[in-house]
């Protein structure tokens, strides 16, 4: 079921336009993505193509969100998945899952006339991590088979298949999932700075009533090590708050009681799981 809901979620258009901040990011993901686009050139030089493509960084800084705008950049079709969702009891099944990944992709860019399909895996660590011997020959399995599926694209098949992964622990991953021809570009998600964060908390003020724009300014001051998801939350609990006093308008008040409550809810979570 998990794997469904996200199905359904990725088929909501997404572009660059609206993920907030992580200029760099975005600016390395395009120049990546326009490589892989000019087929003649590649083709001509014998470029080895572009197949692999890791985002590295904290938690909820807007990687499944570049992997989204990297679909809708390609004008492919895109398909989600988590390492997570890998993980099984019996042998054999996490690798038979990656397979029907590829077969999905392949199945749904027909259908939808697109000629490639961005495949993201987040937590690609869950299954990609170092491989020790005999232990967890489950994963073995499942990351052998997306290694085999990797090597198995190729620039001239249609639909052309771009893999994007993300891991907030890069150093934990198996070394062959990096080699020259797999994940062999990474681009680093950070925390956003003050300006970014100004960027993303304007992204999901769009739909809100603020009693002035200046106040975001302010919270993005104010919100110094926050990720976008927490910013989100930020806004979102603003305006509960700001509903809870029967008011039209979010105020200072209500903003700087919801930064106090993500931030005291990331305590609570981290003193919890320590
Ligand atoms: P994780 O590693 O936990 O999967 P992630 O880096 O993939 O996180 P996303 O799933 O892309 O993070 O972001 C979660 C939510 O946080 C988004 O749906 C969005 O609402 C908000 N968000 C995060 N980063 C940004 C951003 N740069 N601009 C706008 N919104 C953002």
Redesign the pocket.
Known sequence: RGIQAKKEASTQMLTFE?????ERAKRELVEALDFLVKKEEIARLGIRPLKGILLT?P????????AKAAAQYTDSVFLAASGSEFVEMYVGVGASRIRDLFTEARKKAAKAGKSAAVIFI??IDVIGGKRDGGQQREYDQTLNQLLTEMDGIHTSEAPRILIMA?T?RKEMLDPALLRPGRFDRHIG?EL?DVK?RLH?LQ??AKNKPLESMELLDRTAAETFGF???Q??SVMNEAAIYAMRDNLEVIGRSHLTSAIDKVMMGEKTDRETTD
Do not use: C, F, R, Y
């Not at 609206?18 to 992580?22: A, C, D, R, T, V």
């Open positions: 609206q993920i907030g901040g992580q960084g938690p909820g800084t807007g990687k499944t969100l570049l987040d937590e993300a907030n998600v956003p970014g993303i992204i999901h990720s976008g998801a910013l989100e």
